[in-house]
């Protein structure tokens, strides 16, 4: 669902400054393939989060731009609606 497009959005792409960064979406397809394959046990990302106006602190250099994404609560649940639901994963 997520993919580096987000980074396209002029500065709103800071909101999605996080680490794993976000990926292309080309490259979802391999990332549900290792899933299923069990060569992908564990699925995680940061869970640090900033508010609107510190991630504008990176407005005029990206090097500043507080790394951390809100919202974990929903990751299981994109999985789930995304994965299973969708016959991804099992």
Do not use: C
Not at 24 to 46: M, S
């Amino acid at each position: 669902m997520l993919d580096a497009s987000l980074y396209e959005k002029d500065f709103e792409g800071a909101k999605w400054v996080m680490s794993p960064p976000l990926r292309e979406k080309k490259d979802q397809k391999a990332l549900w393939a290792g899933i299923n394959q069990g060569l992908v046990q564990v699925v995680g990302t940061d869970h640090s989060p900033f508010t609107w106006e510190k991630k504008l602190m990176g407005e005029q250099d990206f090097s500043k731009i507080p790394n951390g994404h809100p919202a974990i609560e929903h990751r299981m649940e994109l999985l789930y609606s995304e994965g299973v639901n969708k016959g991804r994963s099992a």
